[in-house]
């Protein structure tokens, strides 16, 4: 049952996207001397995650695609404090796992401080860099604004002896940290502001997980960075866009670097490294920075680093993805030069593409209600033949599968009242057993509380295996009762409620981590397998027919209790109304005997609008909330998945007309979707305080803007336990929006005071420092502040 493999695709891509075009050019040209040579320069100080994907599938492919091309894994190791030998070592390990090889170029960036110290002193020498004693603060003032030329500050003009003496006493350790910097002398008045006097090294007296005390001055990466392209004879050093500006002092200090035979650290001749910037990747539903996956870590919001939710490199490896389908994705996405957010749904397309025609199928029941087949002998069990992969796939091999008098199904095959066009198991009806016989349903048990905990069912022996083709409604996966195992599938989803977590949570004013998604994982602890995976090595994937492509846990899962994580569902479950683009249309698979499965037939069972086996009354008022309101139909599903929902619903809209307008049906939708799950915990809809009016009340007061929504969302807290009425609660309270200018600007000049090294930070080209500041303006307003106008001022004064 090994999966079968693909091999990645080598040879010259040129043309393909900017950089390899400019590659190719290069080696036309001989501009390097014909030389490819790339790096990819990871810091140890975090996991690797999906965009870094991104760039090693980008420094490494064009090094696979040119002949006698080498990319070189460097440890941009200049920061002792947050670099551990841990994350070298998870970072090797993934690099690999990806299927890349960095041969002999293995290298360090803490294995060159010697040498750049030799290259600073040289600076010195030739007057081009000086020791400055001035405060951080001082610096960063006579550094100017954007629109202010920066000027000296008093120690600009020190000689080469003094600076020479000072620069070897800070390495000696003679002073404390923040006594002194190390700066380039380049242009005060420089347009680029990292042009004026960058800092070139900082005293800071910590241990380096690899260079122990040797060193307490540290190079800071615009000097760094390209000192180590430089000796490494790199060709071509690609980052991300938010280096564009670096990119001048990059070029600055490689021209500055000792070329002289004499030199004894002479850079080889020919080696002229040049900087070109691409794209960050950002996918929708994550985050990508690494102290943000730190944090989530840190605070245990997740499982480590390799949880299966994480955007890591571990934490897919643990979900089920394979190396091809990352680096098929980082194929999908391309390199631009422009950042965009990429659609999940690309992302899960890519996994979905490469699992379906390499992984085995198997039957696997998540809820197991049994099935007693009342004219199969009791003590009689008969192996069924079953094929582990439809007849599309290139693959061989079957099962044994037993069939027996007791099976499960999954409960929500069955329904008691089939809406119209419901293609699985209902009283008197019949349903075809995937690889099995046909079965009808004669009668149901229930428990005392009425809840059905068996069906009473008879065969058809004609129809074994697909044979007597019969009409039937559908084909639905079973296991028997007595051989199947008992295991635990955790169900993972999206890490975020929303696509761009980062943009929302300033938008909104709420911390990021408010916004991730409390369904992310739901663990099903009884479901029901097929024996034959009992002894599968653990980290083997499958697809659990008709549910989704799942993978054994290579951490948790054992011989006698097995666990299988989600890897992907089989369709987009999370996709809008909107027609699906082309690409993202998931191959069917029809299997090899039997009877089509219903989702190569049509694919009702996991496409959102009828996942659930539901009553012809929900349908029915699914289709009303689709057609008359507009709701689109994931919303719409989820809002009629009982009664006590589709009441609320109905009443708060209702109520929310009567109130004067205002209340649409879609933000109604909305809150009931998205907000009210946070507020209800695990209680049951009818067990919360809430009522339709209060509900409509509170999102008039939003949607007229007399509140925001983070005030409200702390409203309908009380509201579901409580209940109560909102206008009153707000105005008892004081708790309107402030929407006046005139409240507002005076928290934001004090801010910019209090935080007046951000400010230049932001004005120095830091604009994502704008987020900071609004969520401070929030803060201090206890989120009453309208976002959209604090943005607007804040934005105004720090341009200003
Ligand atoms: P930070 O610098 O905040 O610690 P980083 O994500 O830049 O984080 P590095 O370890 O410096 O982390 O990244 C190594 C390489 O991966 C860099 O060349 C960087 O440009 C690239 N990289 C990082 N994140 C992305 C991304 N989202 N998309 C594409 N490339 C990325
Ligand atoms: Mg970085």
Redo the contacts with the bound molecule.
Sequence with gaps: MAETVTEHDTGPRAGTDFIRTMVAEDIAANTHGGRVVTR????P?GYLHI??V??ICLNFGIAAENTGGQCHLRF?DTNPETEDVKYVESIRTDVKWLGFDWGEHLYYASDYFEQMYAYAVALIEGGNAYVDSASEEEIREARGTVMQPGRPTPFRDRSIVENLDLFARMRAGEFPDGAHVLRAKIDLSSNNMLMRDPVLYRIRHATHYRTGDSWCIYPLYDYAHPIEDAIECVTHSL??LEFDNNREVYDWIVDRLPRDPSHRFRIREGCRPQQTEFA???LDYTV????KLLQLVNEELVNGWDDPRMPTVAGMRRRGLTPESLRAFAELVGVAKANSRVDIAKFDYAVREDLNPRVPRVLCVLKPLRVVITNYDADRVEQLTAPFYPHDVPLDGSRDLPFAHEIFIDRDDFSEDPPKGYNRLAPGREVRLRYAYIVRCHEVIRDDAGDVVELRCTYDPETRGGAADRAVKGTIQWVSAQHSVQCEVRVYDRLFRVADPDAEAERLGVDWKTLLNPQSLVVVHDARIEPGVRNDAPGTRYQFERIGYFTSDAVDSREDALVFNRTVSLRDSFAKAAPAPRADTPRTDTPRTGAPSEHAAGGTTTTPAAPHARSAELSRRMAALHEEHGIDRVQADILTRSHATADLFDATVAAGRNGGGAVTAAAVANWIVNELPRVQRDRALTDLALTGSQLAALIGLVEREEITASVARDLLAELADAGGDPVAMVNGRNLRQMGDASEIEPLITSLMTEYDDRVQQYRGGRTGLLGFFVGQVMAKTQGRANPRMVGDLVRKHLDG
């Design positions: 990819f320069p990871p810091e100080n965009g870094h991104k760039s941009d980052c991300t960050r990747l950002a990508m920075s690494k102290r």
